[in-house]
């Protein structure tokens, strides 16, 4: 990996920090409890550190002094997956509402936007909403569904369709009137704290930013898409290390058969995230659906496995007796399922024989080391 393995200095630095803030709420690193207090230190935490975090295909990443280090060389996507995958092996509510944070300043970013981006911020995109959004003369009226940290987002950058069907981007201040929150409809228990309503605008001002289209149609939906799968995996990771621990301290043959099976399972994403973060940031005008596609279909496959298999290795005591474990293993069948399932497959399987046409003879395997 030349060097890519090792933590970067952000990382260490937001860990300490959150490790300070779980020190001071006087519980243990190794064991804690999620309070909502605690939740929103960590998250108004993270948020100091937003400008910090690298965007997506920004890459090569830099010392303290301005000066490149060769062991971070093109890291740049992977340190910002590093904290995503870190914050979620804490907590999956945390880490719901700062990828969507971190993944609105990372659009805005690349759609030019030159306001000021304090705050806490949203993406809101999901479609299909009875009475949509609607947008004239600069405020908007409709109504938005999933929009998750609904009372708690200063910002809220938003998708609609014009009067022309095409998609539109528009940046919301929640400090209005003409805002009506309605949470009724969540009745999640896993993911039960991420604050995701439906949330209704009346005459609310709104400022539209970016070129028609350019939520989808820009190389960086994929890239923030695998931000979310790197979320997924540090949960899956985290839970596994309790099947670590478990053999440690009591070992047996069948444990240690599970630890091998996950073990293996996890290595071998854990390179695939090296390799892919890599593409995209030494091939930063690409959008790398195909391998992204896959990247999420593997990761969600891991955490069914993980999952399943520390159950088995474990038993019933770390869901029953172990507030974390029992927390992420509780939010994670729910995040995943951001995932498309069959649809996410039909797409990798289109996307692959397209691949296959474009090879330059017919015999050429796409799949061949």
């Known amino acids: 990996m030349s060097g890519l393995d090792t933590k970067s200095a952000l990382l260490k630095n937001i860990q300490t920090a959150i490790e300070n803030l779980i020190i001071a709420d006087q519980q243990s ?7 909502d207090k605690l939740r929103h230190d960590i998250l108004n935490l993270l948020v100091t550190y937003s400008e910090q975090i690298p965007h997506p295909a920004s890459g090569t990443g830099n010392s303290d002094d301005g000066h490149e280090k060769e062991d971070k060389k093109n890291a740049n996507t992977l340190i910002r997956w590093q904290v ?26 690349e759609v030019g936007y030159d306001k000021s981006t304090q705050g806490l911020w949203a993406v809101w995109a999901a479609e299909g909403h009875p009475q949509p959004i609607q947008y004239q003369q600069g405020k908007i009226s409709g109504t938005k569904a ?37 949470n009724s409809e969540w009745q999640a228990v896993g993911m039960q704290g991420t604050d995701t309503a439906t949330v209704e605008f ?20 994929w890239h923030g898409a695998a931000g979310v799968a790197a979320c997924w995996y540090g949960a ?17 043959d069948y444990k240690a058969m599970y630890l091998g099976q996950i073990s293996t399972a996890l290595s071998v994403t854990q390179q695939y995230f090296y390799h892919v973060s890599d593409l995209i940031d030494t091939q930063a ?20 496995e993980v ?21 992420l293993s509780a939010d994670l069948p729910v995040f995943i399922r951001q995932s498309h399932g069959a649809f996410d497959l039909q797409k990798i399987g289109e996307l692959s024989s397209i691949l296959a046409n474009e090879s330059i003879t017919l015999q050429e395997n796409i799949w061949q080391l």
């Open 29 to 35: 690193t190794n064991a804690f409890v999620i309070t």
């Open 84 to 109: 995503l995958a870190y914050v979620s092996s804490i907590d999956l509510t945390i880490a719901k509402w700062f990828e969507s944070h971190l993944d609105a300043l990372s659009i805005l970013h």
């Open 146 to 182: 999933w929009c998750s940290g609904a009372h708690i987002v200063d910002h809220a950058l938003m998708t609609y369709r014009d009067g022309s069907g095409q998609s539109q981007l528009v940046v919301v201040d929640m400090a209005q009137d003409g805002i009506e929150i309605d």
């Open 202 to 221: 009346d005459e609310v001002i709104a400022c539209n930013v970016g070129a028609a289209n350019v939520y989808l149609d820009r190389v960086g939906f």
């Open 236 to 252: 899956t990771a985290s839970l596994a290390t309790y099947l670590i621990k478990g053999y440690q301290q009591k070992p047996n």
């Open 285 to 304: 005008n690409s959008s790398h659906e195909l391998i992204i596609r896959q990247l999420r279909a593997n990761v969600e496959q891991l955490a069914r």
């Open 307 to 327: 999952l399943e298999t520390v159950g088995q290795a474990l038993g019933a005591a770390p869901f029953c007796r172990n507030a974390h474990f029992a927390k």
